[in-house]
């Protein structure tokens, strides 16, 4: 999914919160992530991330239902470690897990820190009116959610939510 190559376009993505863990079966990789905002204002969120070994900052403009504008640029590993030092705290720490279903990849974030216990399923699509099948283990749908943002995930961590 991710490369050392710049990425220009639209980001159309659907978040889900998963009923159980059957997908753990089914992962196909695994890469641990750190990544922090340098700004979080919903206009637009300037991130960056330790994805793997790689280094990564992304610029996504403010949500239109599904779709925004994401621009995404490889830069040097030291670089995004000491973006990191200067991000908005806290940053978050999760291990993304690869799970392909018929056509498509899933991508599940298993949040730690401050966000722990927080387990969020992300898929990318095409179009808004994409159709795609929902695996078992996919439960409800909170794309429309901001709690569920990233971004917002500092401002408010999963473990101070009231329950």
Partial sequence: HRSNSITMGL??????LLKN?????ATTEAIAIKQGYLNTEKERTVRVRTYGDQGILTIKGKNNNLTR???EYAIPLSDALEMLKIAEQPTIEKTRHLVKHNNHTWEID???????????AEIELGSE??????PSWI???????PRYYNASLIALPFTHWDK
């Fill in 11 to 16: 980001e159309i993505e659907r978040k889900f």
């Fill in 21 to 25: 863990n059957d997908w753990k079966g």
């Fill in 69 to 71: 504008k994401e621009f």
């Fill in 110 to 120: 298993v949040f730690e820190g401050v966000n722990n216990g927080l387990i969020v």
């Fill in 129 to 134: 009116t994409e159709k795609f099948d929902l």
């Fill in 139 to 145: 439960g409800e749908e909170v794309s429309s959610d």
